[in-house]
């Protein structure tokens, strides 16, 4: 909770010294808010567009625009497929969870994903892995506010703890 809190600040000082953040930044952060539930596991995470589509270019392996060349449907299931590799999740030590995309948005700067993990039955633990970006930034830090009905709790995934364990 201390780091979450520290990195909060962070933002809040940096949008400050680099306004507005339509411009090139210097941090390199992404913020997640989820509920848990041994049912379900939900959340809205928000990207920087220009880092978002940086390492989705360098996923594809390609030169071009990351989706200018595709379908609708194609730039949608290349999405998906890009954070199913990056955000994941394991239920009680050994079920990898799925990972469904419900909705994106994106405005100038910003580009947002609703996600949920639905087991196909009630979890008793569940391990988040989050490690979108940190192939293209050395900096880049991954904050998650999550949500559940004994307590909030937080983590902050760097490159050296990409990972973190909850139990209902």
Same mark, same amino acid.
């Given at each position: ?91 009680? !030590? ?6 469904? @995309?419900?909705?994106?948005?994106? %405005? &100038? ?5 609703? /996600? ?18 940190? !192939? ?6 991954? @904050?998650?506010?999550?949500?559940? %009905? &004994? ?5 902050? /995934? ?11």
């Amino acid at each position: 909770m201390k780091h979450a809190g520290f990195a909060i600040a962070a933002i809040i000082i940096v949008s400050c010294a680099y306004p507005p953040f339509t411009q090139a930044h210097n941090i390199h952060i992404s913020y997640c808010k989820a509920t848990a539930a041994p049912e379900m596991f939900t959340g809205k995470v928000t990207y920087y567009k220009d880092d978002f589509f940086l390492a989705l270019k360098n996923w594809r392996g390609s030169d071009s625009n990351a989706g200018s060349s595709l379908s609708n449907n194609d730039w949608t299931r290349l999405k998906l497929s890009f954070m199913q590799e990056k955000l994941r999740a394991v239920a009680d !030590g050994s079920l990898p969870i799925a990972l469904a @995309i419900d909705s994106t948005g994106e %405005d &100038a700067s910003s580009i947002w994903f609703y /996600f949920r993990f639905a087991p196909p039955q009630p979890m008793h633990t569940i391990i988040i892995t989050h490690t979108l970006l940190f !192939g293209e930034y050395m900096d880049q830090t991954n @904050i998650m506010m999550i949500h559940t %009905d &004994a307590k909030d709790c937080s983590h902050v /995934f760097v490159p050296s703890d990409s990972t973190y364990a909850l139990t209902f």
